[in-house]
């Protein structure tokens, strides 16, 4: 099993550019969520989804889509970036009915200029 | 508000003592508290958990302490190694909900 992964591993965006995040697992989770980890901030939950057709806003949603048609992939859109959404975004799944098997990817850092 | 916090941002013991870490939460809702390791450039990966029905639990040279009636948790590390070097997250449930709320993490650094 590969896990979790995501592409790209580094990008780096004009303002105002779109882009798309992605991440697979190979693991048959339902639950996949995003994060963006930013200095001395921790990492604070953008969109989470529970299966197939499903996905909700976690704390920090604003300037991000996401979508679920597979169980395996979910990806996160930035439809206009911003210099403020310059962080490094970790994608993560887990089994429902579950709290400590969340797998996380590598992670995507993100510079907007 | 900051729901979990790790007050510590850094934390240097030397190696074969032991290293506490500590974690403090306002949410009197959350239930289920885990700790996640994470090295530079790769993501975080899954250390020890707690359910808020135990005050311990350990696994092998990690142990983590919960304290329900201060809002408190500790992860102890026993003892402790070069290799963990790295920073640490506190980070809480709440029942089902599958949302995981994180501290900001704690840089730890074990000097040989």
């Known amino acids: 099993n590969a896990g979790v992964t995501q592409t790209p591993k580094f990008q780096v965006l004009k303002t105002g550019q779109s882009m798309t995040l992605q991440c697979a697992q190979d693991?048959?989770?339902?639950?996949m969520s995003w994060y963006r980890q930013d200095p001395g901030m921790g990492l604070r939950l953008i969109h989470y989804?529970?299966?197939?057709?499903?996905?909700d806003q976690g704390e920090v949603p604003n300037g991000y889509n996401v979508s679920r048609s597979t169980t395996e992939d979910f990806p996160l859109r930035l439809l206009s970036a911003a210099p403020s959404q310059t962080s490094v975004y970790f994608c993560?799944?887990?089994?429902?009915?579950?709290?400590?098997?969340?797998?996380f990817g590598p992670g995507t850092r993100l510079t907007v200029l | 508000d900051q729901q979990v916090k790790q007050n510590s941002p850094s934390l240097s013991v030397q190696e074969g003592r032991i290293s506490i870490l500590n974690c403090d939460y306002t949410?009197?809702?959350?239930?289920?508290f885990l700790w996640y390791k994470k090295y530079p450039a790769e993501g975080p990966t899954f250390l020890i958990s707690?359910?808020?029905?135990?005050d311990k639990n350990e696994d092998g040279r990690f142990t983590v302490f919960l304290n329900k009636s201060a809002k408190h948790l500790s992860l102890h590390i026993v003892p402790s190694q070069p290799g963990d070097s790295a920073v640490y997250f506190c980070?809480?449930?709440?029942?089902?909900?599958?949302?995981?709320?994180f501290g900001k993490g704690t840089l730890l650094t074990v000097n040989p």
């Open positions: 993560a799944s887990r089994k429902p009915g579950t709290t400590d098997t969340q797998y």
């Open positions: 707690i359910s808020s029905i135990k």
């Open positions: 980070a809480a449930s709440e029942g089902s909900n599958y949302k995981l709320t």
């Open positions: 989804s529970v299966g197939a057709g499903i996905t």
């Open positions: 693991m048959n989770h339902e639950y």
């Open positions: 949410n009197s809702m959350f239930d289920y």
